[in-house]
């Protein structure tokens, strides 16, 4: 039986997607805080953000440009750093010198637009749609799908008119250009070690593509966020759209949408409450509010890949912060953001249930496939630089790892959430976590050990790899599975090699964890697992 239908999530999950409380709260602060970071690729990349937006913010404000045209530029690089990412550092430079050519046109649509409510919103919605829909293109249709909305969007935030735009215009290209002087020229880590990319598999043709059927919900939640969010505010409904659309980025799923929806309110309300204590005393002072909104871009760099619920803490702080410096910040603007993002978290919902659903068993099947494959190469290059091969750096992988997990982690959210109903499958997926974090671990200790010039060339670790990559191959390919089970008897580890030889230790491990997963993802769902 195959991943999916021992981890198929069924259509009443709604009520079960709720993430990161009660006995979770615990596991999320420590998966915050102390998360495996290889390569220390979070801290590297929230500092470079810091200082990029930094950069790009004075270099704004040098040139004596508006504070409005200030926010913009800001805006504009946090998106380039934050979207940007295309596997090589090449495509990451292509991509952010096409940003204009979307974010441009579609600042002087919204300007045009302004004082056109219903070709405004028509307009936002198309570009909605349209920025989801290409993301079939891989990173760089993604990245400037999210740039064309987050344009249209900003112009809302800020009430743009067709005169400010030639300042405008000026601040995006001053930015850019500056993010990029630091993240291509004076801070550019990736040469030396890729960023992972993962984007879900996308299939089919018309309706049976995911980003297809994605763009459909996302023009109809937004549809529904609008009309509510204008029955809010006739000024900031565009909150409830901006709502819709992040809770659509970065999903696969009707699982995964549900889930994000509902962390991205708990999130804003987390940060709302913050708010009151931190944000609203500032009275936007310029000294301190600089060097919060400097504290939450570290906060949302550092904490996207662990925590949508604390990036979106981050976020709401950061826009507190933003409204402070306008002068229009009060309590009553936080609590109308709160009703706003419950508006685009509903349209989100409604469009993902009843519009052309995605289900979710198959996503996670596909991710967790993923995961094995990763672990298999992961493996081989580490073993391969342990027996001197020039070139081998299992590195990369191990990054691409973590992220995949974290693919995985998102797509089985609602099933392992403590009000599940359905317990034996909330046991399995909870197995499949922790048997995969297993072998992360295992990959990790053995790239670190791989990394060490010392480390030993034991002639046994070519047996003890084919026995891991068996295993793999016996979870990924059901027809190797007879083949991992008939095993040469000379590829068997002894235990004294365990304990003395590090990098074998891992390899058993790993083996042992690998071999164990068959048991989650191949009975039934409704078949009691041993010990549980």
Request: include cysteine; proline fraction near 6%; aromatic fraction near 6%.
């Amino acid at each position: 039986m195959g991943v999916s239908m021992a981890l198929r999530i069924p259509r009443r999950l709604f009520h079960a997607c709720t993430p990161e409380t009660s006995k979770g709260r615990e596991t999320v602060l420590k998966r915050v805080f102390v998360a495996p970071d290889p390569g220390r690729l979070r801290l590297r990349s929230a500092a470079r953000a810091v200082l990029g937006i930094s950069v790009a913010v004075a270099v704004c404000g040098l040139a004596g440009l508006s504070l409005a045209a200030a926010i913009t530029g800001g805006l504009a690089a946090l998106l380039a750093l934050f979207t940007v990412t295309d596997a090589t550092v090449r495509k990451q430079a292509v991509t952010t010198a096409l940003l204009p050519a979307v974010g441009f046109p579609v600042l002087a649509l919204a300007a045009v637009l302004h004082d056109h409510p219903v070709a405004r919103d028509v307009a936002f919605l198309a570009v909605m749609g349209a920025g989801v829909y290409v993301r079939r293109w891989g990173p760089r249709g993604h990245s400037l799908g999210v740039f064309a909305f987050m344009t249209f969007f900003v112009t809302q935030f800020l009430h743009t008119l067709p005169g400010q735009l030639p300042e405008l215009y000026a601040a995006v290209a001053l930015s850019l250009l500056s993010s990029s002087a630091v993240r291509f020229g004076l801070w550019c880590y990736e040469r030396r070690l890729t960023p992972p990319a993962v984007q879900a598999p996308d299939e089919g043709r018309g309706l049976a593509r995911t980003t297809t059927r994605q763009a459909v919900q996302a023009v109809v939640g937004g549809a529904v966020a609008l009309v509510i969010g204008q029955m809010l505010s006739g000024e900031r409904w565009y909150w409830a759209v901006g709502a819709t659309w992040w809770i659509f980025v970065n999903t696969a799923s009707r699982g995964e949408t549900l889930v994000r929806g509902f962390r991205r309110v708990l999130g804003t309300l987390i940060g709302i409450a913050v708010g009151l204590v931190v944000v609203v005393p500032l009275d936007g002072a310029a000294v301190p509010t600089a060097v919060l909104v400097g504290a939450c871009v570290f906060g949302i760099f550092y904490t996207a890949a662990v925590s949508y619920t604390w990036m979106m803490l981050s976020v709401t702080l950061m826009a507190g912060a933003l409204y402070g410096l306008l002068g229009v910040l009060d309590p009553a603007l936080l609590a109308l953001r709160a009703l706003e993002t419950g508006a685009g978290a509903l349209g989100a919902v409604l469009a993902v249930l009843f519009v052309l659903p995605i289900t979710t068993h198959a996503t996670t099947d596909a991710w967790i496939q993923r995961a094995l494959r990763c672990v298999h190469v992961c493996t081989a290059e580490a073993a391969a630089r342990l027996s001197g091969t020039p070139g081998a750096d299992p590195s990369p992988h191990v990054a691409e790892l973590e992220a995949l997990l974290g693919r995985v982690r998102l797509s089985l959210a609602p099933l392992v959430h403590p009000l599940s109903p359905l317990r034996a499958r909330k046991a399995r997926a909870r197995q499949v976590l922790e048997l995969l974090d297993a072998c992360a671990r295992e990959v990790r200790g053995l790239a670190s050990i791989a990394a060490d010039p010392e480390a030993s060339h034991d002639a046994r670790l070519a047996a003890a790899c084919w026995r891991v990559e068996a295993a793999a191959e016996a979870l990924t390919t059901p027809e190797k599975a007879r083949e991992a089970r008939t095993a040469p008897a000379d590829a068997a580890l002894p235990a004294s090699a365990i304990l003395t030889e590090p990098a074998l230790a891992h390899l058993h491990s790993l083996e042992r964890a690998l071999t164990a997963l068959a048991t989650p993802l191949r009975t039934s769902p409704r078949e009691p697992l041993i010990g549980a």
